[in-house]
Antibody, heavy 120, light 106 residues
Framework: QVQLQESGPGLVKASETLSLTCTVS??????????WTWIRQSPGKGLEWIGY???????RYNPSLQSRVFMSVDTSKNQFSLSLYSVTAADTAVYYC????????????WGQGALVTVSS | DIQMTQSPSSLSASVGDRVTFTCRAS??????LAWYQQKPGKAPKVLIS???SLSSGVPSRFSGSGSGTDFTLTINRLQPEDFATYYC?????????FGQGTKVEL
């Protein structure tokens, strides 16, 4: 059974960069079946898809965040990461890492979530 | 982006009730719809995919239906552990989008 675990600072200053890592256990980021995804949840905007990365490094981002997002994958550590630049209070949210197979498939495994607060 | 609209935003129910709530997409998504259950402090858990396909381990009192733009999630004989928030999500296109949720309260 695959498990995902988010890690990273819980507090980020406004205008700085939010960085999170997701460690995958019981499975492999090299699994060609899956796209490794970041989703966030805030009271104001509900559940928001940030984007995904494939093991090859191919990415697809939400256009609403595309100018500030970067994702990477480290196959040697079985991890993938999220960077969100120039954060504001609106980026305060619980950030989840998850996975999906492709269009038509749900997000079937989720991390427990990491609360990130942006402070002024 | 495909907009997902759920109704109602909340509903009150009792153990043993049958509850139904809906999700509407802003354009046809065929059967590319998933339903999730979320409890406070926890990640969402997938219940149904492809509009009506029950995920492994999900009780049979949950069922989904619909296609195109209109979808329904039904819970028969509501159990105490079913009080939670339910989200729909379109799996048809990126960016993936979710409804705003329906909270089932006692």
């Amino acid at each position: 059974q695959v498990q995902l675990q988010e890690s990273g600072p819980g507090l980020v200053k406004a205008s700085e960069t939010l960085s999170l890592t997701c460690t995958v256990s019981g499975g492999s980021v090299i699994d060609t079946s899956y796209y490794w995804t970041w989703i966030r949840q805030s009271p104001g905007k509900g559940l928001e898809w940030i984007g995904y990365i494939y093991y090859t490094g191919a990415t697809r981002y939400n256009p609403s965040l595309q100018s500030r997002v970067f994702m990477s994958v480290d196959t040697s550590k079985n991890q993938f990461s999220l960077s969100l630049y120039s954060v504001t209070a609106a980026d305060t949210a619980v950030y989840y890492c998850t996975r999906e197979r492709d269009s038509g498939w749900p997000f079937d495994s989720w991390g427990q979530g990491a609360l990130v607060t942006v402070s002024s | 982006d495909i907009q997902m609209t759920q109704s109602p935003s909340s509903l009150s129910a009792s153990v043993g009730d049958r509850v139904t709530f809906t999700c509407r997409a802003s354009q046809s998504i065929h059967s590319y719809l998933a339903w999730y259950q979320q409890k406070p402090g926890k990640a969402p858990k997938v219940l149904i995919s492809a509009a009506s396909s029950l995920s492994s381990g999900v009780p049979s009192r949950f069922s989904g239906s619909g296609s195109g733009t209109d979808f329904t999630l039904t819970i028969n004989r509501l159990q105490p552990e079913d009080f939670a928030t339910y989200y729909c999500q379109q799996t048809y296109d990126t960016p993936r989008t979710f409804g705003q949720g329906t909270k089932v309260e006692l």
